[in-house]
């Protein structure tokens, strides 16, 4: 069965902290997202790699970095939590072909306070 | 400018009945693809179909199926004969491009009730 594992399902951060999420995938997927998704503005690409040690700016970057030093692993990073980082993130993965579909973490749901 | 857009934040339809969820795009590239995801109330992302865009047939998948028209740049979901379980979130997706590297666009989602 196909997996992909996000570390924590529900974590609680003080304004300011570094925060690691932390996705892993068993499928050798070359392609792998992350995503944050808040009620009423679906699901806002943060960061992409279409590779390992590649990455790729998404729509909402401000605030964030990842990091993709194995095949299997794609971190996201904050540098210094804030609150409007309050969100639930999902991480997703797929190969590298135009018709392939996403496969999804169960999410991370951060809250900063 | 917003690359996906469903504009139905809600929609309602009798169990048993078919339902169109709606979708329109924006690209400049020649080739991508579009899909569809069904998000329940537990969270989880269920794929559901996808629309190739040089795919001249309609894609089907069971229950679901895709309304593909290029030309206005649309991509609605259809679910025929609705159950309770379909009732959820619904998100249409597109990627663009053809190479390795194309990112993945989400709309806004729309929340489908079945109601019995």
């Known amino acids: 069965d196909v997996k992909v594992t996000q570390s924590s399902r529900y974590l609680v951060k003080r304004t300011g902290e570094k925060v690691f999420l932390e996705c892993v995938q068993d499928?050798?997927?070359?392609?792998m997202f992350w995503y944050r998704q808040d009620p009423g503005l679906g699901l806002r690409l943060i960061y992409f790699?279409?590779?390992?040690?590649?990455?790729e700016k998404g729509d909402i970057p401000e605030g964030y970095s990842v990091s993709r030093e194995k095949k299997e692993r794609f971190s996201l990073i904050l540098e210094s939590a804030s609150t409007n980082q309050t969100s639930m993130y999902l991480c997703a993965s797929r190969l590298a072909r135009a018709n392939e579909k996403l496969f999804f973490g169960s999410g991370t749901q951060l809250s900063v306070l | 400018a917003q690359k996906i857009t469903q504009t139905q934040p809600g929609m309602f339809v009798q169990e048993k009945e078919a339902v169109t969820l709606d979708c329109t795009y924006d690209?400049?590239?020649?080739?991508?693809?579009l899909f569809w995801y069904k998000q329940p109330s537990s969270g989880e992302m269920i794929f559901l179909i996808y629309q190739g865009s040089y795919d001249e047939q309609n894609a089907t998948e069971g229950r679901y199926s895709l309304n593909f028209q290029k030309a206005r740049k649309s991509a609605n979901l259809v679910i025929s004969a609705s159950q309770l379980g379909d009732s959820a979130m619904y998100f249409c997706?597109?990627?663009?491009?053809?190479?390795?590297?194309?990112?993945?666009?989400f709309g806004d989602g729309t929340t489908l009730t079945v109601k019995p």
């Open positions: 499928m050798d997927h070359e392609n």
């Open positions: 690209t400049s590239d020649q080739s991508y693809g």
């Open positions: 997706a597109m990627r663009e491009g053809s190479t390795n590297a194309g990112k993945s666009t």
């Open positions: 790699s279409y590779d390992v040690k590649m990455k």
